[in-house]
Nanobody, 121 residues
């Protein structure tokens, strides 16, 4: 069984920082690309940032220069350092991981349950 779980959400004041983590656990061969998404009330889910197994990154326009994505392949964990938070960053943040169960098998996406980030004074 494979699980993906987010942590680190919470309430923070505007201008503050939070660090989210997404850990993959269970029986699998490798975690390939990992991504952070977010969904605010009444809005569509949007891509925040992604990172490949080799460390190539990409960011949504609204978070460039403020958020930093990283990963530790030995721990099968991805991080999102969020600085300069704004009220419009308030959302549920989800992790998606592309995971192969075996070396000779294809991969599929696994989603976490989400973690709430609220930016408010």
């Amino acid at each position: 069984q494979v699980q993906v779980e987010e942590s680190g959400g919470g309430l923070v004041q505007p201008g503050g920082s939070l660090r989210l983590a997404c850990a993959a656990s269970g029986n699998f061969f490798r975690v390939y690309a990992m991504e952070w998404y977010r969904q605010a009330p009444g809005k569509q889910r949007e891509l925040v940032a992604l990172i490949t197994f080799g460390g190539i990154t990409n960011y949504g326009e609204s978070v460039k220069g403020r958020f930093t994505i990283s990963r530790d392949n030995d721990k099968n964990t991805m991080y999102l350092q969020m600085n300069g938070l704004k009220p419009e960053d308030t959302a549920v943040y989800y992790c998606r991981a592309d995971i192969a169960r075996a070396q000779d098998s294809g991969s599929r996406d696994y989603w976490g349950q989400g973690t709430q980030v609220t930016v408010s004074s």
